[in-house]
Structures are given as C-alpha cells and as structure tokens.
C-alpha cells in the first residue's frame, strides 16, 4: 500500500508565502514524475507544477515566477515553495505521484487526500 502524506497548507494573507510538503510511503520500487495539482470551489482541478525524477520542471502559467517545485529523491518527498500569494491561489492542493510497483513494476497513479490553502486579501 502506497500513501502521499501533505502537509503545510493554512491561511496567509495575499504577499505572504507558504511551503507546502508530500512525502511518500509505504512499498515501491520507484517515483518518477511527482505534481501537485489545485481545486478551487466550483472549478476543476488544474495542474500546478510538475517535476521529474531527474528534476526537469515545469509551471502553469498562472504560478510562474511565484511558486517553486523541488524533491527530496532520498527522502520520497515533493515540495511547494509559494510565495507572493494571491487570493486567487485559493484552493485545496493535492500531490499527486507516478509510482513504479515493485514486481510487476507497473506504473500506477497515487494522489495525496488534500490540504487547503487561503489567501485572505
């Protein structure tokens, strides 16, 4: 059994910044891509920022320039580093994991239960 555990979501005021954090556990051979994805109330989940298992990046528009992905490969852990937040960011994010099985090393999708984030204007 596999989980992504988040953590570091909570309230801050617009121009503030949070860090948010995804560790993975349990049985498996390796990650590769690992994301995190956002859904503000009435929208659909959008994708935020991805990395690979080599660190190659990439950013939805909307976050350029404020928000930065990175990984901890040692420690199973993706990372969101926020800042200059807007009230716009407001959203549950959740990570999300490419995580080869080990045995059959299929590739399955693992996604984090949520942590909210809000920004008060």
């Known amino acids: 059994q596999v989980h992504l555990v988040e953590s570091g979501g909570g309230w801050v005021q617009a121009g503030g910044s949070l860090r948010l954090s995804c560790e993975a556990s349990g049985q498996f051979f390796s990650i590769n891509a690992m994301a995190w994805y956002r859904q503000a109330p009435g929208k659909q989940r959008e994708l935020v920022a991805a990395?690979?298992?080599?660190?190659?990046?990439n950013y939805a528009d909307s976050v350029k320039g404020r928000f930065t992905i990175s990984r901890d490969n040692t420690k199973n852990t993706v990372y969101l580093q926020m800042t200059s937040l807007k009230p716009e960011d407001t959203a549950v994010y959740y990570c999300n994991a490419q995580i080869i099985i080990g045995g059959t090393m299929a590739r399955q999708t693992y996604w984090g239960q949520g942590t909210q984030v809000t920004v008060s204007s």
């Open positions: 990395i690979t298992s080599s660190g190659s990046t």
